[in-house]
């Protein structure tokens, strides 16, 4: 079993920073990319940024320039540096480990007020 905790949520101004972390805890499995997604109100899941075992990062479009991820396997830690945060960062922050399966954590809320 594997288990995903995020951390590091919360409220911020517009034009302010957050860093959330990802611990992983559990049994030793092969994972090959992390990810961190989000979910705001009303609208479905969707992917933020990604990071492969080897380093490899992608970003959705929305926050290239703006966050930066880092960490993930072979480590236990995922982290997500947000900068110059904006409203439509507003949302539940989830963290995502797939190796043979599909691991999730629970989430953290940020929210950037208007």
């Known amino acids: 079993q594997v288990t995903l905790v995020e951390s590091g949520g919360g409220l911020v101004q517009a034009g302010g920073s957050l860093t959330l972390t990802c611990t992983r805890t559990?049994?030793?499995?092969?994972?090959?990319?992390m990810a961190w997604y989000r979910q705001a109100p009303g609208k479905q899941r969707e992917l933020v940024a990604t990071?492969?075992?080897?380093?490899?990062?992608n970003y959705v479009d929305s926050v290239k320039g703006r966050f930066t991820i880092s960490g993930g396997s072979p480590g236990n830690t995922l982290h997500l540096q947000m900068n110059n945060l904006k409203p439509e960062d507003t949302g539940v922050y989830y963290c995502?480990?797939?190796?043979?399966?599909?691991?999730w954590g629970q989430g953290t809320q940020v929210t950037v007020p208007s």
């Open positions: 559990g049994v030793a499995v092969r994972i090959n990319t």
């Open positions: 990071i492969s075992s080897v380093g490899s990062t």
């Open positions: 995502e480990a797939a190796g043979g399966y599909e691991y």
